[in-house]
């Protein structure tokens, strides 16, 4: 999710990605995982696992009708959550560094329609 850097070994990223996506427990992540891991999907140009990501159906990925990330009863309001689906959806619309597709987070499979105003990319 971070930029990324002279040093940053892509292969070894999509490796560590592909493992994650393949063996983590989803069901014990907190609502901002998921945002996080839609962000590096799109920076691996993997917008398909991008969307994935944040639509996985999880309970902590669950918004309630305020808006809310819910994580359980005890906690039903999670900001992390909320700020991170709010800052995935806006680095997968405008883009980061170096970046140039348009809306890049997002499937080129025809069945998105993305429109959005006033973002920056992400460094």
Known sequence: MLPGTSGLDTTVM?????????N?????????????????????GMPEKA???LL???????YLPNGHNYQDERL????PG?????????????GWDNSE???P???????WNVRWEGLSKMP
Do not use: S
């Open 82 to 94: 909320n700020g991170g689906v709010l800052a995935a959806v806006a680095m997968m619309c405008a």
């Open 105 to 111: 987070g997002f499937p080129k499979n025809g069945k």
């Open 56 to 62: 996985m159906d999880i309970q902590t990925n669950t």
């Open 101 to 103: 597709d348009e809306n």
């Open 14 to 22: 999509r490796r560590t990605f592909d493992l994650i996506w393949e």
């Open 76 to 79: 039903r309001l999670y900001l």
């Open 24 to 44: 983590w427990a989803w069901e014990d992540p907190w609502g901002w995982d998921f945002p996080m891991t839609a962000m590096t999907a799109a920076r691996l």
């Open 51 to 53: 969307v994935d990501a």
